[in-house]
């Protein structure tokens, strides 16, 4: 299952858009208890490599492309906020996001008494990355920097393991050319049952790189959407299903063989919503059939398929059916859930929202190298200025006046 959820801490974020078609996000973070301006919060859009933080007046502005987003807000000390945003929405633009103190919730309380593994990650690191950063290709080229970080917590009543991180985790993806802050929310696995679920708020930055690395990204990033739940909700919004080499069943409940959906965009499962949204809604769940592309050798043999399996085949789930937006956004991705080859790809074959495989060049990663180096220098000349305001408007400590001594008596002077 698919779900993003969490924090990541104070940052600088670099704001780079190529999109023609774009909207403005904008608003102010203030502490809800003081009202004041929260001046050095962070608002970014989780899953993207776009974000910002908040001026000395808490107010920030992004320009997003058009399409859906969850933006996120945070700030030390405080819950964070996740706002869904899209083009569609006026109030975007005027937001006015207050941000609450902390609580300790009852689960934070009841994982404290259960029994910390002290040697978490010697145990439990590498079944970690097999179901966080995956087994394909490019996660060997993937790393996670502070493990450190990471708390794990197993129940034995339960078989339940469960890793929470006490800070960002930093996922250094060499394949694709990606640092990915992720804070942790939770990873959680069901040993009864197999399933495996976590949770997080992702940020991507653009990984420097010579020129020779980053041609190999441009291409390896398009391998990597090619065929990936980002591309398939697109071409069902863009009814280009059948050219991007996607071919969809319905699986009923008790049924042992699949019933091809002649026509995807009938009514019965395809509802244009306006403002270039649509709604996919499905009486059982999804077989999708992605024909351009082999499936991995590892995969095969995991699942223990023949190596001349031709095509890629995964389950998706809706539930209750979702709507997506025209970038491939969609809502409510709490209930999604992905089976086949979809779940076997992971973190290191996962895109930003804001990828598209025409406008990813050697130049755009170029670019957003650039805004990163100079909003990190004018965020250092901010933070010295204030430094220097601040220690110019401190009143000098009082000097204590001098202690006139006695004169010596005569008798003192013989």
């Given at each position: 299952?698919?779900?993003?959820?969490?924090?990541?801490?104070?940052l600088?974020?670099?704001?780079?858009?190529?999109?023609?078609?774009?909207?403005?996000?904008?608003g102010?973070?203030?502490?809800?208890?003081?009202?004041?301006?929260?001046?050095?919060?962070?608002?970014?859009?989780?899953?993207?490599?776009?974000?910002?933080?908040?001026?000395?007046n808490?107010e920030?502005?992004?320009?997003?492309?058009?399409?859906?987003?969850?933006?996120?807000?945070?700030?030390?000390?405080?819950?964070?906020?996740?706002?869904?945003?899209?083009?569609?929405?006026?109030?975007?633009?005027?937001?006015?996001?207050?941000?609450?103190?902390?609580e300790?919730?009852?689960?934070?309380?009841?994982?404290?008494?259960?029994n910390?593994?002290?040697n978490?990650?010697?145990?439990?690191?590498?079944?970690?990355?097999?179901?966080?950063?995956?087994?394909?290709?490019?996660s060997?080229?993937?790393?996670?920097?502070?493990?450190?970080?990471?708390r794990?917590?197993?129940?034995?009543?339960?078989?339940?393991?469960?890793?929470t991180?006490?800070?960002?985790?930093?996922?250094?993806?060499?394949?694709?050319?990606?640092?990915?802050?992720?804070?942790?929310?939770?990873?959680?696995?069901?040993?009864?049952?197999?399933?495996?679920?976590?949770?997080?708020?992702?940020?991507?930055?653009?990984?420097?790189?010579?020129?020779?690395?980053?041609?190999?990204?441009?291409?390896?990033?398009?391998?990597?959407?090619?065929?990936s739940?980002?591309?398939?909700?697109?071409?069902?919004?863009?009814?280009?299903l059948?050219?991007?080499?996607?071919k969809?069943?319905?699986?009923?409940?008790?049924?042992?063989?699949?019933?091809?959906?002649y026509?995807?965009?009938?009514t019965?499962?395809?509802?244009?919503?306006?403002?270039?949204?649509?709604?996919?809604?499905?009486?059982?769940?999804?077989?999708?059939?992605?024909?351009?592309?082999?499936?991995?050798?590892?995969?095969l043999?995991?699942?223990?398929?023949p190596?001349?399996?031709?095509?890629?085949?995964?389950?998706?789930?809706?539930a209750?059916?979702?709507?997506?937006?025209?970038?491939?956004?969609?809502?409510?991705?709490?209930?999604?859930?992905?089976?086949?080859?979809?779940?076997?790809?992971?973190?290191?074959?996962?895109?930003?929202?804001?990828?598209?495989?025409?406008?990813?060049?050697?130049?755009?990663?170029?670019?957003?190298?650039?805004?990163?180096?100079?909003?990190?220098?004018?965020?250092r000349?901010?933070?010295e200025?204030?430094?220097r305001?601040?220690?110019?408007?401190?009143?000098?400590?009082?000097?204590?006046?001098?202690?006139?001594?006695?004169?010596?008596?005569?008798?003192?002077?013989?």
């Amino acid at each position: 299952m698919i779900r993003i959820v969490k924090l990541l801490p104070v940052l600088l974020f670099p704001v780079v858009v190529f999109a023609q078609n774009n909207f403005r996000v904008a608003g102010k973070v203030i502490d809800s208890a003081t009202q004041q301006p929260l001046q050095g919060a962070s608002v970014f859009c989780q899953n993207t490599t776009i974000g910002t933080v908040t001026n000395a007046n808490g107010e920030f502005q992004l320009t997003l492309s058009n399409g859906g987003y969850d933006l996120v807000v945070s700030f030390m000390g405080l819950e964070t906020q996740s706002i869904r945003i899209s083009n569609t929405m006026p109030e975007a633009a005027d937001l006015i996001i207050a941000l609450q103190q902390k609580e300790k919730s009852l689960e934070e309380v009841a994982i404290v008494a259960t029994n910390e593994v002290a040697n978490g990650w010697e145990k439990y690191g590498a079944f970690l990355t097999d179901n966080f950063i995956g087994r394909t290709v490019n996660s060997k080229d993937c790393e996670i920097e502070n493990p450190e970080a990471l708390r794990f917590f197993y129940s034995r009543k339960r078989k339940r393991l469960k890793v929470t991180g006490d800070s960002v985790l930093v996922i250094r993806n060499k394949a694709l050319g990606y640092i990915i802050k992720y804070q942790l929310d939770s990873f959680v696995h069901e040993y009864n049952n197999g399933k495996t679920l976590y949770a997080g708020y992702p940020f991507y930055e653009q990984m420097e790189g010579s020129e020779e690395e980053m041609l190999v990204w441009v291409e390896k990033r398009k391998m990597a959407y090619n065929g990936s739940v980002l591309q398939f909700l697109r071409a069902y919004h863009d009814s280009t299903l059948n050219g991007d080499g996607y071919k969809v069943e319905l699986i009923n409940d008790g049924s042992t063989e699949p019933s091809p959906i002649y026509n995807p965009y009938d009514t019965v499962y395809y509802d244009t919503l306006g403002f270039k949204r649509v709604g996919l809604f499905f009486p059982g769940k999804l077989r999708v059939v992605y024909s351009k592309e082999k499936p991995g050798p590892v995969y095969l043999a995991a699942s223990k398929l023949p190596m001349s399996t031709p095509i890629q085949i995964s389950i998706l789930d809706l539930a209750n059916g979702i709507v997506v937006e025209e970038n491939g956004y969609f809502f409510d991705q709490k209930d999604v859930l992905t089976l086949g080859y979809w779940a076997w790809e992971k973190m290191a074959d996962f895109l930003p929202y804001d990828y598209y495989p025409n406008m990813n060049t050697v130049e755009e990663m170029r670019a957003r190298i650039e805004e990163k180096r100079t909003r990190i220098e004018e965020e250092r000349v901010r933070i010295e200025e204030e430094m220097r305001a601040k220690m110019n408007s401190e009143p000098e400590p009082e000097k204590p006046e001098p202690v006139e001594e006695p004169a010596p008596e005569e008798n003192d002077l013989k």
